[in-house]
């Protein structure tokens, strides 16, 4: 926290009172700010006080953490401090842009409630003046910020994507740039804010706190709570649920992934040494190359339907082989959300379309309910070639053996629309969200490498010693 100061002047003929009743005054009633945006404007008014002096807000995409900072903060700034200076920058000029015009637009007509107006001749879209002497400057990161100085540094979105986030030249360039030309326009006793949401373990936000960690006060709010949450949610309870409940979250986390998910969402971007699998080492061909040996289907099941508020597992085929060099190709991938009677049906037609000649490998959970669910998909399968085992041991352990092979470029996969979803549980792996894939396709690989029992035939069908 930085020291307290007066403020830089003061509000004149304003008739709002304080940041959160500008903010009513100018939302709609439908708009009323969550319990995380009032947490967020009582850090801004502490900020504006100079209670402290440097802020950071990390919250997940679509909790309009860059409304309430970017858009509302600035004209209550200027009512508080009349004859500051603000440098506002973002990822690109365009946003930067963007978020100037908006306050531009709320100064002009809200002009009665804050005391204030545009001054004439100076309202170009990257900068522009208040009828107070205040001065506002919007540049996009890197850009040239020579010759300003500023009393409130907003930063708000740095990052455009993760391709900024995955090359160290690129978070070495934003930090540089941010050391040696945006901070050191900041006038004495000025501000900073930064607004974003987590990318990398390595990012701006990271680099900030391992500098000085005792300088900045931080509010960090992911999607869904977690212990000692800052504005006292449940464990597991959204941050917005008017806008985005958990089922809109669980769309989001099965779309990006669950390694953008703890980053972004979350706000707990996890080391790229967590990643078992490089997935980075995975060919992707059009067409299968001519194999050799058996051909295997490994399932992992699952039993439950999907519905509107659950996220249940999947239940996962995955088909295999080697080809003539020894590398591993993965043919197909049966992936279906179904119950008991759907997964026994899905098991069946699969095996139909294969044929009699691939081997098809069933897991069969510890007890007694384990073995007659085999057992019952054997009889099912009567005439097919079937293996069945007990999974023992912790899932990464029995998925390292294939996670070597991966790093060594020996396996490829058939262009097909089920290789995004395998490349997202993949990368993930071991702390991701869902296992299905990658628990089958540990199997399949143990199946063709004779990881397990030698199988025996009987009445028609295979099963283990």
Same mark, same amino acid.
């Given at each position: 926290?930085?020291?307290?100061? $007066?403020?830089?002047?003061?509000?004149?003929?304003?008739? *709002?009172? /304080?940041?959160?009743?500008?903010?009513?005054?100018?939302?709609?009633?439908? $708009?009323?700010?969550?319990?995380?945006?009032?947490?967020?404007?009582?850090?801004?008014?502490?900020?504006?006080?100079?209670?402290?002096?440097?802020?950071?807000?990390?919250?997940?995409?679509? #909790?309009?953490? #860059?409304?309430?900072?970017?858009?509302?903060?600035?004209?209550?700034?200027?009512?508080?401090?009349?004859?500051?200076?603000?440098?506002?920058?973002?990822?690109?000029?365009?946003?930067?842009?963007?978020?100037?015009?908006?306050?531009?637009?709320?100064?002009?007509?809200?002009?009665?409630?804050?005391?204030? @107006?545009?001054?004439?001749?100076?309202?170009?879209?990257?900068?522009?003046?208040?009828?107070?002497?205040?001065?506002?400057?919007?540049?996009?990161?890197?850009?040239?910020?020579?010759?300003?100085?500023?009393?409130?540094?907003?930063?708000?979105?740095?990052?455009?994507?993760?391709?900024?986030?995955? #090359?160290?030249?690129?978070?070495?360039?934003?930090?540089?740039?941010?050391?040696?030309?945006?901070?050191?326009?900041?006038?004495?006793?000025?501000?900073?804010?930064?607004?974003? *949401?987590?990318?990398?373990?390595?990012?701006?936000?990271?680099?900030?706190?391992?500098?000085?960690?005792?300088?900045?006060?931080?509010?960090?709010?992911?999607?869904?709570? $977690?212990? &000692?949450?800052?504005?006292?949610?449940?464990? @597991?309870?959204?941050?917005?649920?008017?806008?985005?409940?958990?089922?809109?979250? #669980?769309?989001?986390?099965?779309?990006?992934?669950?390694?953008?998910?703890?980053?972004?969402?979350?706000? /707990?971007?996890?080391?790229?040494?967590?990643?078992?699998? &490089?997935?980075? *080492?995975?060919?992707?061909?059009?067409?299968?190359?001519?194999?050799? @040996?058996?051909?295997?289907?490994?399932? &992992?099941?699952?039993?439950?339907?999907?519905?509107?508020?659950?996220?249940?597992?999947?239940?996962?085929?995955?088909?295999?082989?080697?080809?003539?060099?020894?590398?591993?190709?993965?043919?197909?991938?049966?992936?279906?959300?179904?119950?008991?009677? @759907?997964?026994?049906?899905?098991?069946? $037609?699969?095996?139909?379309?294969?044929?009699?000649?691939?081997?098809?490998?069933?897991?069969?959970?510890?007890?007694?309910?384990?073995?007659?669910?085999?057992?019952?998909?054997?009889?099912?399968?009567?005439?097919?070639?079937?293996?069945?085992?007990?999974?023992?041991?912790?899932?990464?352990?029995?998925?390292?053996?294939?996670?070597?092979?991966?790093?060594?470029?020996?396996?490829?996969?058939?262009?097909?629309?089920?290789?995004?979803?395998?490349?997202?549980?993949?990368?993930? =792996?071991?702390?991701?969200?869902?296992?299905?894939?990658?628990?089958?396709?540990?199997?399949? =690989?143990?199946?063709?490498?004779?990881?397990?029992?030698?199988?025996?035939?009987?009445?028609?069908?295979?099963?283990?010693?």
């Amino acid at each position: 926290m930085g020291p307290s100061y $007066e403020p830089m002047g003061g509000p004149e003929a304003a008739t *709002c009172n /304080s940041l959160l009743e500008w903010v009513n005054a100018v939302r709609a009633p439908d $708009e009323a700010p969550a319990l995380h945006h009032r947490l967020l404007l009582d850090e801004l008014s502490a900020i504006s006080r100079g209670d402290i002096d440097r802020l950071m807000v990390l919250m997940p995409p679509g #909790s309009a953490k #860059s409304t309430y900072g970017s858009v509302l903060f600035p004209p209550w700034w200027f009512v508080e401090h009349p004859r500051s200076a603000v440098i506002a920058t973002s990822h690109t000029a365009s946003l930067a842009h963007h978020f100037s015009r908006k306050v531009r637009d709320l100064i002009s007509e809200h002009a009665d409630l804050l005391g204030f @107006g545009l001054a004439n001749g100076v309202r170009a879209v990257d900068q522009w003046r208040t009828t107070q002497r205040g001065e506002y400057f919007a540049i996009g990161v890197r850009g040239s910020v020579i010759g300003r100085r500023a009393d409130l540094i907003l930063i708000d979105d740095p990052i455009s994507g993760q391709a900024d986030v995955d #090359s160290v030249m690129q978070r070495d360039r934003l930090w540089n740039w941010y050391r040696f030309e945006l901070a050191t326009r900041l006038k004495p006793r000025g501000r900073i804010v930064l607004i974003m *949401c987590r990318w990398h373990q390595d990012d701006l936000v990271a680099r900030l706190l391992a500098q000085n960690r005792d300088e900045w006060r931080v509010i960090s709010l992911p999607a869904l709570a $977690e212990p &000692d949450d800052p504005i006292g949610r449940a464990e @597991g309870a959204p941050l917005w649920p008017e806008w985005q409940d958990a089922v809109a979250l #669980s769309r989001y986390r099965a779309t990006v992934g669950e390694w953008a998910w703890k980053s972004q969402y979350q706000q /707990s971007p996890q080391p790229a040494g967590s990643r078992m699998f &490089d997935i980075k *080492c995975i060919d992707v061909v059009d067409e299968p190359p001519p194999v050799v @040996g058996r051909v295997v289907r490994a399932w &992992d099941l699952a039993a439950t339907d999907a519905n509107e508020g659950n996220d249940p597992d999947w239940t996962v085929g995955v088909k295999m082989a080697r080809d003539e060099s020894g590398r591993f190709v993965v043919l197909d991938m049966v992936r279906v959300r179904r119950n008991p009677a @759907g997964v026994e049906d899905t098991i069946t $037609e699969a095996a139909r379309i294969d044929g009699r000649s691939v081997v098809i490998g069933l897991p069969q959970d510890p007890g007694g309910a384990g073995k007659q669910q085999v057992s019952y998909l054997t009889r099912a399968l009567a005439g097919y070639h079937v293996v069945s085992s007990t999974e023992t041991g912790p899932k990464d352990t029995r998925a390292r053996p294939l996670a070597s092979q991966v790093g060594h470029h020996n396996v490829l996969m058939v262009r097909a629309n089920w290789n995004h979803p395998l490349f997202e549980e993949l990368g993930d =792996f071991p702390s991701g969200h869902k296992d299905d894939q990658v628990d089958a396709m540990s199997r399949a =690989f143990l199946m063709l490498t004779d990881g397990g029992a030698s199988p025996r035939i009987i009445s028609g069908s295979i099963l283990q010693r």
